[in-house]
């Protein structure tokens, strides 16, 4: 077996930790369907004055929901999605508050002393917007892209990205996003989605960067149904031409995932935030197309999760093998792991190769969600429905068997994106 597959990091979700995973003890046949390959749970979110004396002593709700681990292994970003709320104003309401992102040293991570503590976290970075949910690196390592889903108290109104410099761990500017302004709405819609008053903001979910034409970012808008096409370097520069391009996909998408090579970009099609649809597709959109402005640039749509194609399988996530020639998805309401041949896709024939239905510990309802890659060979995938504190797992998903080798428990609760730490981290 390699001893070079490193450590996965599970976001935490409704609980305010990170959960760290080494992958090779979980591969070991006796620690399946355990805890025991989980080695630390940092926590990522400060501690809240909760009783107006102000001095914080109650550890804030905070949600990390994504996970983005530099290419050293170094550093990883833990986006707060309710950034410092408190338990009681998350458990209220769990949308419409300032982003926080977590910078968490992953040396000390992977210390077992940081056990439940804050002693891994190296800074805490304030967005300045509210709702984060997709994040990720520019191919320079030096700014981190940040998506703001949502507006102040609301679960609509989500409009732009932010830049946050690597140095300095402070905001540099606000990247808007293209508003529909034939809505009739004038404001955040104030109901939960799906609502016929959602539509006129573009919600950002999940980012891709790709590296090609000097750095492209691609942004889910959950409140549409498309894919904004970024230039940052034009972005950065405060260029209000910098969004080249909408690429239509089925409906509001949520994960998104660019190839190594960075010539195209996987997207799944979650759900529409203004009507009571749920997808059951994932997109395949070809870089250099979109770049260009193209409307052909989305170049395959795949059913996956079921055969029925008019079953709504809420396609969670995608993420490309390293060879490119395969994505593999998670649909969460069809409860299956699909894996998608690129170039049978691209051609338009069958390309669902594999579609698996995983298990969860005690007949538990599975609920795939986040995906990473481990190497070569494995996948890792988050999943277990949201029943309480440590109810989520990681499965690890053997490609070339088409099996399920491990399941890890107590990751989180309802955690949603996971990454993967190198090797060199685990020194």
């Not at 992958?23 to 369907?33: C, F, I």
């Not at 996987?266 to 997808?279: F, I, L």
Request: proline share 7%; net charge negative.
């Amino acid at each position: 077996m390699s001893k070079k597959l490193g450590h996965l990091a599970v976001s935490g979700r409704w609980d305010n930790w990170v959960a760290i995973i080494d992958v090779e003890k979980a591969l070991l046949p006796e620690n399946d369907a355990t805890d025991h390959a989980v080695i630390s749970r940092p926590r990522v979110t400060p501690d809240v004055d909760c009783d107006g004396d102000g001095i914080p002593e109650t550890p804030a709700s905070g949600q990390p929901v994504v996970v983005t681990v530099d290419q050293d292994g170094q550093f990883a970003y833990v986006v707060n999605h309710s950034g410092a709320a408190t338990p009681a104003a998350a458990g209220q309401y769990q949308h419409g508050h300032p982003g926080l992102i977590t910078v968490l040293d992953l040396d000390d991570a992977l210390d077992p002393k940081n056990d439940g503590t804050l002693g891994a976290v190296a800074a805490f970075m304030p967005t300045g917007r509210t709702g984060p949910v997709g994040a990720g690196l520019t191919p320079d390592g030096k700014t981190l892209l940040v998506n703001c889903g949502e507006a102040a108290g609301s679960e609509d109104g989500g409009n732009e990205l932010t830049a946050i410099d690597i140095g300095t761990r402070q905001p540099v500017c606000h990247i808007p996003l293209k508003e529909n302004h034939l809505h009739p709405a004038r404001g955040p819609s104030r109901h939960d989605s799906p609502h016929p008053s959602f539509g006129r903001y573009p919600n950002p979910t999940g980012l891709a960067i790709t590296p090609l034409n000097g750095g492209t970012a691609f942004i889910g808008n959950g409140g549409f149904s498309d894919v904004s096409v970024i230039d940052i370097r034009a972005a950065l520069a405060g260029d209000p031409a910098a969004e080249l391009n909408r690429v239509a996909v089925e409906t509001g998408p949520f994960g998104l995932a660019a190839s190594r090579d960075g010539t195209l970009v996987a997207v799944a099609a979650r759900e529409s935030m203004s009507e009571a649809h749920e997808g059951s597709t994932i997109s395949i959109i070809d870089v250099a197309r979109a770049v260009a402005g193209g409307k052909d640039a989305e170049v395959a749509r795949v059913h996956v999760g079921s055969d029925d194609r008019a079953e709504r399988t809420r396609p969670f996530a995608v993420c490309f093998t390293p060879d490119g020639r395969h994505v593999v998805a998670t649909c969460f309401r069809a409860n299956t792991i699909s894996l998608i041949d690129v170039r049978d896709a691209i051609a338009g024939r069958p390309s669902e190769v594999l579609r698996l239905h995983p298990q969860a510990p005690g007949s538990a309802t599975p609920r795939p969600r986040g995906i990473t890659m481990v190497g070569d060979r494995y996948a890792a995938i988050i999943g277990g429905a949201k029943t309480g504190s440590r109810s989520s797992i990681v499965w690890l998903l053997d490609l070339p068997a088409g099996r399920i080798v491990s399941t890890v428990t107590e990751v989180g609760n309802e955690s949603y994106m996971l990454d993967s730490i190198p090797f060199r981290a685990a020194r």
